[in-house]
């Protein structure tokens, strides 16, 4: 009835309560280690230490929302999430992944499928030195008889893939997944355990003990959903950093996946506080902007085929070469460039889709644009204003849509000025041209991914 609402909450994770209640940062995050209070004596700072070899992760969980049944859960990527209530805003209980699977960190882009259990992977790297990434599965109902349980109680692992380095597992931010294949990318981009552990003592942050190797390869990983083993050809194509899948899906015996990659890790530096000075846009460019780009993998070709032939037979500047050891050396088709926090509509999910939604960036990563790119002809739809700075595009579909397009884009924009109050913006979908826009006087602040719940989605503590 063109109403509109706003309510905002600080998630009262165990950590946020910690921090509040001494006033100081008192658990470590990615990039700010803490240390034992300056007032200890010498011998409880000295057992601190000790203690601390890795030190237990943070329950900040602020990168996206995840549904797991009929309940929400705010993620980050250690192995804790927090239950929420979607219409409070109540922060509830804190589920530790750890419980039921061997991960120490898990992906905050989990996938669904058309039953609703969610697909998730995580990285095991304290399991008898033996370091893997799991895929994991969490019902989305458990049997009438156990009403009372949690679905995460019957949470199973669908598969392993174990690393290639046993004290440098890669880290990835999301995975790939089509009708029969999980995707997974093992990229140049390290973390290094030895460093890790010994992080506190030396005074540095989990983040610093990351390096990414531009001489290395990047090897691509496609797992059955099947059989769950993994397709025994081994692909793989530059070194390179990335954070977001866009989408994958099957097409004449070829896999086709779309990225939002990089050269380097640049983009990784310039959240450190220190290049988030007032001289930002002068000290923090990135030497490599984001490309979103189109890999065509042939799983069914010719075991016979030449060396040095394009294993490729869909339309596609994208290659796939055999090589003598028989590997397949995998280059891509770059659709376009600029573009970042990708959305698709996601019914369209693992199947051929036309368009994405997404933030573009220039210089920075601050998004100054939001756009509709069509992956077929190449066009781009753009909103922006001057002094406004929108948020990662969410698409909603209209129910009953037909096609892939109709429905709203909605994002939050903040402005320059922080008299100017942020909005809501809400786009029609297939013309980007503005249906609305809800001004709240509030202070609000850039945010990263979120997650649109439709009303009968709802379901109270209550209920």
Request: charged share 25%; net charge positive; glycine share 4%.
């Given at each position: 009835?063109?109403?509109?609402?706003?309510?905002?909450?600080?998630?009262?994770?165990?950590?946020?309560?910690?921090?509040?209640?001494?006033?100081?940062?008192?658990?470590?995050?990615?990039?700010?280690?803490?240390?034992?209070?300056?007032?200890?004596?010498?011998?409880?700072?000295?057992?601190?230490?000790?203690?601390?070899?890795?030190?237990?992760?943070?329950?900040?969980?602020?990168?996206?929302?995840?549904?797991?049944?009929?309940?929400?859960?705010?993620?980050?990527?250690?192995?804790?999430?927090?239950?929420?209530?979607?219409?409070?805003?109540?922060?509830?209980?804190?589920?530790?992944?750890?419980?039921?699977?061997?991960?120490?960190?898990?992906?905050?882009?989990?996938?669904?499928?058309?039953?609703?259990?969610?697909?998730?992977?995580?990285?095991?790297?304290?399991?008898?030195?033996?370091?893997?990434?799991?895929?994991?599965?969490?019902?989305?109902?458990?049997?009438?008889?156990?009403?009372?349980?949690?679905?995460?109680?019957?949470?199973?692992?669908?598969?392993?893939?174990?690393?290639?380095?046993?004290?440098?597992?890669?880290?990835?931010?999301?995975?790939?997944?089509?009708?029969?294949?999980?995707?997974?990318?093992?990229?140049?981009?390290?973390?290094?355990?030895?460093?890790?552990?010994?992080?506190?003592?030396?005074?540095?942050?989990?983040?610093?003990?990351?390096?990414?190797?531009?001489?290395?390869?990047?090897?691509?990983?496609?797992?059955?959903?099947?059989?769950?083993?993994?397709?025994?050809?081994?692909?793989?194509?530059?070194a390179m950093v990335f954070f977001h899948h866009i989408n994958a899906y099957e097409e004449d015996g070829h896999i086709i996946f779309d990225i939002i990659a990089y050269t380097d890790n640049s983009l990784y530096d310039m959240f450190y506080l220190k290049n988030l000075s007032k001289d930002f846009e002068e000290n923090a460019k990135l030497t490599s902007i984001p490309a979103c780009k189109r890999f065509v993998v042939p799983l069914q070709c010719d075991k016979d085929a030449v060396v040095d032939s394009n294993l490729v037979t869909l339309p596609s500047t994208a290659t796939a070469v055999k090589e003598k050891d028989g590997s397949i050396y995998c280059q891509p088709e770059i659709l376009c460039e600029g573009i970042e926090l990708p959305r698709i509509n996601y019914d369209y999910n693992g199947k051929k889709h036309k368009y994405v939604f997404a933030t573009q960036v220039q210089w920075s990563p601050v998004p100054t644009k939001i756009v509709k790119f069509n992956t077929q002809t190449k066009e781009m739809l753009q909103w922006g204003q001057d002094h406004c700075w929108p948020s990662e595009p969410v698409f909603v579909p209209r129910p009953d849509a037909k096609e892939e397009d109709d429905g709203v884009v909605l994002t939050c924009v903040v402005k320059t000025d922080p008299k100017d109050p942020p909005f809501l913006l809400v786009l029609d979908a297939k013309t980007f041209t503005e249906l609305g826009r809800a001004i709240v006087n509030v202070e609000m602040h850039m945010d990263l991914h979120g997650i649109f719940i439709p009303q009968q989605d709802m379901k109270t503590e209550t209920e």
């Open positions: 009835s063109g109403e509109v609402y706003y309510r905002s909450k600080y998630l009262r994770s165990d950590t946020y309560n910690c921090n509040i209640e001494a006033n100081r940062i008192m658990v470590s995050e990615f990039g700010t280690m803490a240390y034992p209070d300056p007032c200890k004596n010498i011998f409880a700072k000295a057992f601190s230490y000790l203690s601390h070899t890795i030190p237990e992760f943070t329950d900040n969980c602020l990168i996206n929302i995840m549904k797991a049944g009929d309940d929400f859960y705010a993620t980050g990527e250690t192995n804790f999430i927090r239950k929420i209530n979607p219409q409070t805003l109540e922060t509830l209980e804190k589920v530790d992944y750890n419980k039921y699977v061997a991960v120490n960190l898990a992906t905050s882009h989990p996938h669904y499928d058309s039953a609703g259990n969610v697909l998730n992977m995580g990285t095991s790297i304290v399991d008898k030195g033996r370091t893997k990434y799991l895929l994991f599965k969490i019902p989305s109902s458990v049997p009438e008889q156990e009403k009372k349980k949690s679905c995460f109680k019957h949470l199973e692992v669908v598969c392993s893939v174990p690393s290639r380095s046993l004290l440098h597992p890669s880290y990835y931010h999301s995975f790939g997944i089509t009708e029969n294949y999980i995707i997974f990318i093992e990229q140049p981009f390290r973390l290094d355990i030895l460093k890790m552990a010994t992080a506190y003592i030396r005074g540095v942050s989990w983040a610093s003990c990351l390096a990414f190797n531009k001489d290395d390869k990047t090897w691509f990983h496609f797992i059955d959903r099947r059989t769950k083993k993994e397709v025994s050809t081994k692909f793989y194509t530059d």
